[in-house]
């Protein structure tokens, strides 16, 4: 679904103080024991019809958000299209120059192939890479779709990762919720933390069920024990008037960015504990892609904090 641009073109990116930092919300100060994460459909790095480039904005925007992991989805690892088109298209891949000087360890899992161009999902990560594997879930010859899985070791305990990005239609997305369940309980200790996350193009919201019942995995908007609430925080502890969205009894609206009416993007998590989530607005996030982004800050619980 594609919307036309309907802002001045004097708007620019979120500024950083969009997304308190770590120690502002009073994350970080235990490293070992708290996460944030994003996850993100960035467009391709285009604006709606290909018809300006973002990649630059997105870059500046996704590190504003503090974020330890990155979950990207529609990354191209290359466009000859948009490097002729562009003259300021960068000449690395996307994942490496969204990741550059903030998140040393990248993973790219390549989807979807033509002659000139390439896209898929992405992780950038602060923390080191043990493992990945792409896993192709395509359910159709006019769909190409993966699961990204990585191991990361977050201060000595391996987290179990995986970026999805699912079919627009909906019996494909059923097969492909079957192969996500199928590769955790294959791979994936039971006791291991687990974060799950991407565009599931759900929007109907008929996929969260079944993963709970079959992963044990909650979404992050979907306790109803907490209520929406304000976090403010600043140089002196006073508001920087940060809404985050803690908890609600159905995943976030995330698309169209422009004003979200649909639930297409989430994150899951089992074995870790959800502090808070948001969906990240703002003018200058609008222009930057078709989904708005989702941020979570999670907590690994003590009893599961031991070494690899």
């Not at 070992?32 to 973002?54: C, D, E």
């Not at 990207?72 to 466009?79: A, D, F, I």
């Not at 008929?206 to 993963?211: D, S, V």
């Not at 993007?265 to 892609?289: K, M, N, Q, T």
């Amino acid at each position: 679904m594609l919307f036309p641009e309907q802002l001045p073109s004097d708007t620019r990116i979120a500024h950083a103080r969009s997304i308190p930092t770590r120690s502002a919300l009073g994350v970080g100060r235990e490293p070992s024991g708290t996460l944030r994460i994003a996850t993100y459909n960035i467009h391709k790095g285009v604006s709606a019809l290909s018809r300006r480039n973002r990649i630059h904005d997105l870059r500046r925007s996704l590190h504003s958000l503090h974020a330890d992991i990155v979950f990207l989805q529609e990354v191209q690892g290359r466009s000859e299209r948009h490097a002729r088109r562009f003259s300021n298209w960068p000449a690395a891949a996307q994942h490496d120059y969204l990741a550059a000087s903030v998140w040393e360890h990248v993973v790219y899992g390549r989807n979807a192939v033509r002659a000139d161009a390439d896209h898929g999902n992405a992780l950038l990560s602060r923390f080191a890479l043990v493992s990945s594997e792409n896993l192709d879930v395509s359910d159709h010859a006019f769909e190409s779709r993966g699961l990204l899985h990585c191991e990361l070791d977050v201060n000595g305990l391996i987290v179990h990762c995986l970026c999805a990005h699912f079919g627009l239609f909906e019996e494909s997305r059923k097969r492909q919720a079957e192969a996500l369940i199928a590769r955790i309980r294959a791979t994936v200790p039971d006791g291991a933390p687990l974060i799950i996350a991407g565009d599931f193009n759900d929007w109907r919201n008929r996929l969260g069920e079944r993963l709970a019942a079959g992963l044990g995995v909650q979404e992050v908007f979907g306790d109803e024990s907490r209520r929406e609430e304000e976090i403010r925080a600043g140089e002196s502890g006073r508001a920087l008037g940060m809404r985050w969205m803690t908890r609600s009894p159905h995943p976030a609206r995330t698309f169209p960015a422009v004003f979200p009416v649909l639930r297409l993007d989430r994150i899951y998590v089992r074995g870790l504990e959800i502090e808070a989530a948001r969906v990240v607005h703002g003018p200058g996030w609008r222009r930057l892609s078709d989904h708005a982004p989702i941020v979570a800050d999670l907590r690994i619980p003590d009893h599961v904090r031991t070494p690899v």
